[in-house]
């Protein structure tokens, strides 16, 4: 009981100061009650709404390619996976992706894929420069790996507005169970600065549950992100692939995903938090649980139908149906039934603080 009320005055203390020391972090995180994750849930609702309102943020979500010259040990696209099929789309493509998702209302384009040689620098600048000519009135976010500071320098000054880039763990020896030796955890974080400092509203993010998790890690995760103030945070479930080598771990909690993104909420008020697609793989209303405990983004796929299956980062993935962009209408449905509605905007972060 005693240390239940201690962790609620943590959450008071969290509120207020938006942030907590590593040990007040290590005792939040350690067991929390069902309680406590609803006394989280409901005042992170109320701090979002305050900014917010009950406007939920699209993000038309297009991948690209699937091919990629990495390794990670928990990723279905891996360059040591022999049985994707794959697949790349020419910027002509791309842009008729932009061109659906216009129609629907986007106002957001997330380009993700691979880190595939194939897009150099050159082809990425000409396509975001038509993107922004064609549809001036949208944001393009990309999400296209580790890169050169100057070459991220040449997309932002192409006219892209946001980046997302998981860090994935904020602990080095964690990122190295993770990760083959070839990747190196400083310079992942090399380029999250190099993006924050361009001026790109920039997104981080982690995996919850991923293999070798523990809660001195989720400390440091949190500790990390009231370093570096990110603009979006991207949270979800570790889910297995069967073609990797993480095959048989065990999957990530959709509870304690809820619980980290509420606490997330709690310490930037006004960050842009999508519920995830993972979250949503594992749970039919995972989207709508990740809304209600704090998440105001939500990142629909406008991919071509044809492709969705080969972009499998995990086992599972939903790619067809309600939660792709072509049933908005179902969506809206979905928001509505949980008091929200759906923002046509760009969505761009409102500064609160
Ligand atoms: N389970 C959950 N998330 C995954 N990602 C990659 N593989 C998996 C997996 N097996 C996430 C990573 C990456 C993002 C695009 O997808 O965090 O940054
Ligand atoms: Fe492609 Fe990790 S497998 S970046």
């Known amino acids: 009981m005693k240390s239940i009320s201690l962790q609620t005055e943590l959450l008071l203390k969290l509120e207020q100061n938006h942030r907590l020391s590593r040990p007040e972090w290590l005792l939040l995180l350690t067991h929390p009650s069902k309680e406590l994750s609803n006394e989280v849930f409901s005042r992170a609702r109320r701090l979002r709404d305050r900014i917010y309102g009950k406007k939920i943020y699209l993000r038309g979500l297009i ?142 993010g982690f995996m919850v549950g991923s293999p070798g998790q523990n809660t001195e890690h989720l400390a440091e995760e949190f500790l990390f992100l009231q370093r570096i103030q990110p603009d979006m945070i991207g949270i979800g479930p570790f889910i297995p692939h069967h073609e990797t080598p993480f095959a048989k771990e065990v999957k990530g909690s959709v509870e304690q995903t809820l619980f980290l993104l509420g606490l997330i909420r709690l310490m930037i008020p006004d960050v842009l938090l999508p519920a995830t697609t993972a979250l949503g793989t594992l749970h039919t209303r995972g989207r709508e649980l990740g809304i209600l405990a704090g998440a105001n983004v939500l990142m629909p796929n406008l991919s071509p139908v044809n492709n969705r299956k080969q972009y499998e980062l995990y086992d599972n993935k939903i790619c067809t149906g309600e939660e792709s962009a072509e049933c908005i209408s179902c969506l809206a449905q979905r928001l509505h039934s949980i008091g929200h509605e759906i923002s046509y905007e760009r969505g761009d972060r409102i500064k609160a603080l």
């Open 63 to 204: 991948e690209f390619t699937n091919i990629c010259q990495n390794n990670c040990y928990y990723c279905g696209i891996r360059s040591g996976n022999p049985k994707v099929e794959r697949y790349r789309l020419l910027p002509k493509e791309i842009l008729a992706c932009c061109r659906t998702g216009r129609d629907l209302g986007f106002r957001t384009f997330v380009l993700q894929g691979g880190e595939d040689p194939f897009y150099t620098d050159e082809i990425l600048t000409d396509l975001i420069h038509k993107i922004k000519q064609e549809f001036p009135d949208c944001a393009v976010t990309l999400s296209i790996g580790e890169k050169s500071k100057e070459s991220y320098q040449a997309y932002f000054d192409a006219g892209a507005d946001r980046y997302l880039l998981r860090h994935e763990t904020a602990t080095k020896e964690h990122y190295q169970l993770l990760h083959p030796k070839e990747l190196s955890y400083e310079n992942r974080i090399r380029c999250l600065f190099d993006l924050k400092e361009i001026g790109y509203q920039t997104g981080c």
